[in-house]
């Protein structure tokens, strides 16, 4: 089996695989040198392409969340991740959006599915 999504942990080295309910892959086009002519078309350079990977888990424990939330914390990390289009598994260091976890249930310390985006540090040419 495949594991869509593994997030490196700085502090031990360890990768830690994370179990989504939803996984895309964006790819962000990078543009060098853009200009914008009188008759308003655009031109540029394009210089590479970004696989950002949104992601949203699945309903957590109060356990799950510390792990997740601590992962995502990190200010980069290495993530191994499924390429939607090649494929394959990439990796590549990122960076994560802002998270939040909403609890739902405080007796049984249940929370709901955390969403998430990671943006690719690093580019590559296509």
Known sequence: ?????????????EYHPITVNKYRVDYKKNWGSQQRNLNGSTRGTL????ANVVATSEYLTQTKVE??????????F??????TVSNTVKEANYTASDVSAELVRLR???Y???????????MWVS
């Open 108 to 110: 049984n310390k249940e």
């Open 67 to 76: 792990e997740l939330v601590g992962l995502l914390n990190q200010s980069y």
């Open 47 to 50: 210089i590479g392409l970004q």
């Open 78 to 83: 290495l993530v191994k991740f499924y390429d």
């Open 1 to 13: 089996m495949i594991n869509l999504l593994e997030i490196k942990k700085n502090s031990t080295g």
């Open 112 to 122: 709901r599915a955390i969403s998430f985006t990671l943006t690719a540090v690093d």
